[in-house]
C-alpha cells in the first residue's frame, strides 16, 4: 500500500508565502510525475503544477512567477514553494503522483488535501 501525505499547508496573510510538502510511503513502488492541484469551495479541481521524474515543470498561468515546485527523488517527496499568496489561492491543496507499484501498472493516487486560506 502506498500512502502520500501532504503537510504545510494554514492560514496566511495576502503576501505571505507557505511551503507545502508531500511524501510518499510504502513498500517496492517507483514514483513517475507528481503534482500538486487545488479545488475551492464551489469549483473544479484544478491543476497548479507538476513535475516529471527528470524535474521538467509546468505551471497553472495564475501562479506562475509566484510558486515553485521541486521534488526529492531521494526521499519521495514533492513541494510547492508558494510566495506572493493571494485570496484566489485559498482552497484544499492534493497532491498527486504517479506510482508504479513493483509487479503492477501505473497508477494516480491522491494525498488527504491541505486546507489553505489566504486572508486579504
Known amino acids: ?10 492560514l496566511v496573510q495576502a503576501g505571505g508565502s507557505l511551503r ?3 511524501a510518499a510511503s510504502g513498500r517496492s513502488f517507483a514514483i513517475y510525475g507528481m503534482g500538486w492541484y487545488r479545488q ?3 469549483k473544479q479541481r484544478e491543476l497548479v503544477a507538476d513535475i516529471t ?9 495564475s501562479v506562475k512567477g509566484r510558486f515553485t515546485i ?14 506572493s499568496l493571494k485570496a484566489e489561492d485559498t482552497a484544499v491543496y492534493y497532491c498527486n503522483a504517479e506510482i508504479r ?7 494516480d493516487y491522491w494525498g488527504q ?3 489553505v486560506v489566504v486572508s486579504s
Do not use: F, W
Open 1 to 10: 500500500q502506498v500512502r502520500l501525505v501532504e503537510s504545510g499547508g494554514g
Open 40 to 42: 475551492a469551495p464551489g
Open 20 to 22: 507545502l510538502s508531500c
Open 70 to 83: 521541486s521534488r526529492d527523488n531521494a526521499k519521495n517527496t514533492v513541494y510547492l514553494q508558494m510566495n
Open 53 to 61: 521524474s527528470r524535474g521538467s515543470t509546468n505551471y497553472a498561468d
Open 113 to 115: 488535501g491541505t486546507q
Open 101 to 107: 507499484v513493483v509487479g503492477g501498472e501505473i497508477h
